[in-house]
């Protein structure tokens, strides 16, 4: 297990599993957190096949932490911003299937940072909430692309204008989660998840996990073209033509 102050980073069978771990903040975002979270991304080890993120204590995590916020120049701003873009962009665009597992609140930055996640599982307890309006500023850390991506641009409107509270039901039917569990289950059910995933081609998961997300950005004639690009890539692999010979053989039998 790597040695980090504001998580914990253990890999076994080929899982990695990420803890937000300041429980005392309610695991709420600054700058150190966000560093490491970016060197975990930046040194992931090899044969890593599924990272599971979760947060220690009551909740998954608060959003920023408004008691280390200080006051800026805009530029300064920016570039604080764009620290943000670029953890969270690691997240993403790793090739490594990323599974969230959520509870209690998901606010603000917390919400910026499960939404980078490509499967997310939440139970009961989670709720969500943009509430920049009410701080006087506005989201910095990519919610107005991932989020409003998710959920629409005039849902997100929506919700940073009343800043009210979204539950975990509501919540799986915007698309903020995938799944909703009981109280206490969302990690159990989210290493199911990933243990499944594990067990996918890494050339297929690579695929996926970075793949879909810009093809979704892109014009259709163009989505297409990388789609077949991509195919090309994965289809041509000896373990893709092992794995159709098993099933080919399992039908078989």
């Not at 998901?106 to 139970?123: F, K, M, Q, T």
């Not at 919540?171 to 998840?193: F, I, M, Q, T």
């Amino acid at each position: 297990m790597s040695e980090y102050r504001h998580l914990t980073f253990l890999v076994e069978d080929g899982i990695g599993h990420l803890t937000l771990n300041r429980p005392e903040k309610k695991n709420a975002i600054n700058d150190a957190l966000c560093l490491e979270i970016e060197d975990v991304f930046r040194n992931l080890p090899q044969g890593l096949k599924v990272i599971l993120f979760s947060g220690n204590g009551p909740e998954f995590c608060s959003g920023l932490d408004l008691s280390e916020h200080t006051a800026r120049e805009p530029f300064e701003v920016v570039q604080h911003s764009r620290m943000w873009h670029r953890v969270f962009s690691y997240i993403r665009n790793s090739g490594i299937p990323v599974v969230a597992a959520m509870h209690g609140a998901v606010i603000g930055g917390g919400l910026e940072l499960a939404i980078c996640a490509h499967v997310r599982v939440s139970d009961e307890t989670t709720f969500y909430r943009l509430p920049e309006g009410r701080h006087g500023i506005f989201v910095g850390g990519g919610a107005s692309v991932n989020v409003a991506r998710v959920i629409g641009a005039s849902r997100m409107t929506e919700m940073m204008l009343t800043g009210r509270t979204v539950k975990a039901e509501e919540g799986e039917r915007l698309g903020l989660a995938h799944y909703v569990v009981e109280k206490g289950a969302a990690l159990e059910k989210a290493k199911e998840l990933a243990a499944t995933i594990a067990t996918n081609s890494s050339y297929s998961n690579w695929a996926m996990a970075t793949g879909l997300s810009r093809i979704d950005s892109m014009s259709a004639d163009d989505g297409l073209y990388t789609e077949s690009l991509i195919t090309g890539i994965t289809q041509s692999s000896g373990e893709v033509k092992e794995r159709i010979d098993a099933f080919l053989n399992r039908k078989k039998s």
